[in-house]
């Protein structure tokens, strides 16, 4: 700090996702600026200037290169998707690929946000013709998983430099859009829907929250908004009035595997095309904030009536569905009793830490040993 005359904090965890920069937590110490510091989702960051250090791992690049002369022809039409840890290895490996191939692009990745340097992911152009294969560099993750389904039309082969393994990705590409399509089912099912709100810094996200409203009430459907920090079973089991629940974050927290909670957990895409008539792409839109730009669609209005009565009643419909369900628990919480009981009388309790409390009649005894 003393070298740049500045002072700086260190944010150690944040409430959702760690590929996420956490510019609400960081906006408390009246922060001017944030280093993000290992995995990145590349999620557009809301104002502050951000600077991304990916890290480096070891990758041997000659055994890369021969892995992909192996797997694709000096024709074909190659995207190479590197994980950030690797991507120190980009320069080198554009040098090895460029000679033989002109049809490869090796995508860019945002390292800065919101200052003068910015450059947008993936600003390279797309190879020629449309039909190119994906060559994704990187361990087994939530950013794979979202590389093998946003490319469903595509062929994704996979390099784990930690292995040495190439292998094809896109046999896999059936299973998880059938576990995905399992949840828009259950949302046509569901009367109430929480939408659950996966991050606080993702530019446009209080927007998409209100086009999720939009799309639930186009289909008569009540909806609670529901912040909740990571989720997790324990958590949304408390809401079981809610059928099911819609997350709203960036593109790799979204796709939650669902086999341990009670409820279904689905993205805003998968909510538009059970409530609205979105068709079924084969490439998988995960990035919430698309739906409002490039994916865009035009949602049916929800017209309320205009007499005071009839829309009061409405609202009390929606918070009597909650109300009749928790009516309807055998089990509805401590009984409160209140004014039933006589008032306990407080006393001082105990001082110390667990292992050792004052006033105990060891005390001397451990003092001594």
């Not at 992909?68 to 840890?85: A, G, K, N, R, Y």
């Amino acid at each position: 700090s003393s070298g740049i005359n500045a002072e700086y904090g260190i944010l150690a965890d944040t409430n959702y996702g760690s590929c996420c920069v956490d510019e609400v937590a960081a906006q408390r110490l009246n922060t001017q600026a944030i280093i993000h510091f290992g995995h990145s989702c590349h999620a557009r960051v809301l104002s502050l200037p951000t600077l991304f250090v990916y890290g480096r791992e070891k990758v041997d690049v000659s055994h890369l290169v021969q892995s992909f002369h192996q797997t694709f022809t000096h024709c074909d039409s190659v995207i190479v998707e590197l994980s950030p840890v690797y991507y120190h290895v980009r320069a080198e490996l554009q040098a090895s690929l460029t000679p033989g191939y002109s049809n490869v692009m090796i995508r860019r990745y945002v390292r800065e946000q919101n200052t003068s340097h910015s450059i947008e992911v993936g600003s390279s152009c797309v190879p020629d013709p449309d039909e190119y294969a994906i060559f994704y560099v990187g361990s087994e993750s939530l950013a794979l998983t979202n590389c093998i389904l946003t490319n469903g039309s595509r062929k994704v082969w996979s390099y784990f430099p930690s292995l040495k393994e190439t292998r094809l990705e896109s046999k896999n590409v059936n299973k998880l859009l059938i576990k995905r399509f399992s949840n828009i089912e259950k949302i046509k099912n569901s009367k109430i829907i929480g939408i659950l709100v996966g991050t606080l810094g993702i530019k446009n996200f209080r927007s998409v929250i209100d086009r999720m409203k939009k799309v639930i009430k186009a289909a008569d459907k009540k909806f609670y908004v529901v912040s909740i920090g990571k989720p997790n079973p324990p958590k949304l089991a408390n809401f079981a009035e809610i059928g099911a629940f819609v997350l709203v974050g960036c593109p790799e927290n979204s796709l939650l595997d669902c086999k341990e909670f009670y409820q279904p957990i689905a993205t805003p895409y998968e909510l538009e095309i059970a409530c609205v008539d979105r068709p079924w792409q084969i490439d998988y839109i995960s990035d919430c904030a698309s739906l409002l730009e490039s994916n865009y669609i035009e949602i049916p209005e929800h017209h309320e009536s205009e007499d005071p009565a009839v829309r009061a009643l409405e609202k009390f419909k929606s918070l009597d569905v909650a109300t009749n369900f928790l009516n309807d628990r055998t089990w509805t919480g401590l009984e409160q009793r209140l004014g039933l009981d006589e008032p306990a009388v407080l006393k001082e309790g105990q001082k110390g830490i667990a292992g050792f409390y004052e006033e105990e009649e060891v005390c001397d005894s451990r003092m001594k040993n």
